[in-house]
């Protein structure tokens, strides 16, 4: 069964510093819930999916149901910034193996909210989300033209998520992004950066490159290679007009991202990682962003849903960023 739930005022809460006036609020002062009648013209929207069904279909370690929750916690506290309009639209819960059915639920609200002139930003949940929240976007874009939409995925994850399978799960969203691009005959452009030589077999290394997958892989993303990252990230920019980034928790060194079914041994840090998605914000061309794999239940002391906030958060600033400065 799926439910779609409206937002949740109680998560919203924490420290309130009313001597330092507007300048002292928080995030958990200035979200609002999505209203139907308010207009969401340049709009931050967050909505969450949770859900794991997508986990336990690839054999992972479930918990990741939890997820938006705990980063709309860790997202409560974080300072706002002056004039930024950020909306809860709640979420889409998966309960059982209804996995499909949520998908598409999601894929529906994010459409709605792209309708509407909102930049929204998916919270899981695993990384089945990445096929809402294409369907989502695709949904949105061919509604607006007969023309095939150049969208450019940008995965930071140590895993392609290209397995085969009948069944969707959390380990074959692009494949199944792949095959509908070929069905409706769009390009399909899709760069992974962070992969694990250790994390992939050589099927799915031999099935990126079949598909024209970019990649770059852990070891080539340390600080010593970030200028090399950015023109990989520039390049990719360059051919698409619409971006997609989604955010896979476990490209972060297990020491940074416990809280996640399949933690990295190795890796790449987050003063690589915040930098690309700086990059991504500011070219103008980013329509959605989502976050995937925080495990709450393997988390420690939250710190992995913290740095899924920051990271939210990183997004946020970014493109709001970027609009002050050309609008």
């Known amino acids: 069964m799926t439910m779609r739930t409206e937002a949740d005022p ?18 958990h002062q200035t979200v609002r819930s999505l209203d139907a009648a308010s207009p969401l013209t340049g ?5 969450g999916f949770a859900c794991d069904a997508g986990v336990a279909r690839n054999h992972g370690r479930v918990g990741a149901q939890a997820g938006p929750a705990a980063i709309r916690r860790m997202l409560a506290n974080l300072p706002a910034r002056p004039g930024r309009a950020i909306v809860d639209a709640g979420d889409v819960t ?4 209804a996995l499909e059915a949520a998908q598409d639920v999601l894929s529906g609200v994010l459409r709605g909210l792209l309708d509407r002139g909102a930049f929204p930003i998916a919270l899981g949940g695993g990384h089945e989300i990445a096929w809402a929240s294409f369907g989502g976007l695709a949904r949105h874009l061919a509604a607006r033209s007969a023309q095939p939409p150049r969208i450019g995925i940008l995965n930071l994850d140590a895993h ?18 792949a095959e509908d691009c070929a069905r409706r005959g769009w390009p399909f452009h899709y760069a992974c950066l962070g992969i694990s030589a250790y994390a992939n077999t ?3 290394f031999a099935r990126a490159k079949q598909l024209g997958v970019r990649w770059l892989r852990d070891d080539e993303m340390d600080l010593l290679h970030l200028p090399r990252v950015l023109q990989t990230v520039d390049t990719f920019l360059a051919e698409v007009d619409h971006v997609y980034l989604t955010m896979c928790l476990d490209v ?26 700086d990059r991504i914000a500011a070219s103008g061309k980013l329509r959605l962003a989502d976050v995937a794999e925080l495990n709450p239940s393997l988390d420690i002391d939250n710190q992995t849903a913290r740095v899924a906030a920051r990271l939210v958060a990183r997004v946020v600033d970014g493109i709001a960023s970027r609009g002050a400065a050309h609008g």
């Open 10 to 27: 109680t998560v919203w809460q924490g420290r309130v510093d009313a001597e330092e006036g507007v300048l002292g609020q928080r995030w």
């Open 252 to 277: 972060l060194p297990a020491g940074v991202a416990p809280g996640v079914s399949a933690p990295s041994a190795r890796g790449v840090v987050m003063e690589v990682i915040e930098p690309i998605v």
């Open 202 to 204: 050589e099927a799915l």
């Open 43 to 47: 709009a931050v929207a967050l909505a």
């Open 94 to 97: 998966c309960q059982g193996d």
């Open 160 to 177: 392609f998520d290209l397995r085969a399978g009948e069944r969707g799960s959390s380990g074959t969203p692009f494949r199944q992004i």
